[in-house]
């Protein structure tokens, strides 16, 4: 499985930008596709997944209620929408999917097989 992340950039604080990252195989209902980031010095942390089964979503405390996650099953795309960008959200987003995972793992990457390359958000204050 190929993951390809787009859509990073330059934003002011407050601003919005768009991730997607999209699956080189149609997903199936056993597929959770998640977003971390890593900023400079940090460990990569958990930032957002979506299971396909159910429609779960998961959130970072730390970006609820200002990111959303999203799919479109006919793109086999997920995309993370996020509003409200404060400069600590500034970081290299990765795409990452799995097909085993079980929710208690969602949240941490070393349970995902696949991962696509960052995307830089840098959001200036």
């Known amino acids: 499985v190929q993951l390809q992340a787009s859509g990073g950039g330059l934003v002011q604080a407050g601003g919005s930008l768009r991730l997607s990252c999209t699956a080189s195989v149609r997903t199936s209902s056993r597929f959770i596709m998640g977003w971390f980031r890593q900023a400079p010095g940090k460990e990569r942390e958990f930032v957002s997944a979506?299971?396909?089964?159910?429609?779960?979503?998961y959130y970072a405390d730390s970006v609820k209620g200002r990111f959303t996650i999203a799919r479109d099953n006919a793109k086999n795309t997920v995309y993370l929408q996020m509003n409200n960008l404060k400069s600590e959200d500034t970081a290299v987003y990765y795409c990452a999917a799995d097909s085993r995972l079980i929710s208690s793992s969602i949240r941490y990457a070393i349970h995902y097989d696949y991962w696509g390359q960052g995307t830089l958000v840098t959001v200036s204050s």
């Open positions: 979506y299971k396909w089964d159910g429609g779960y979503t």
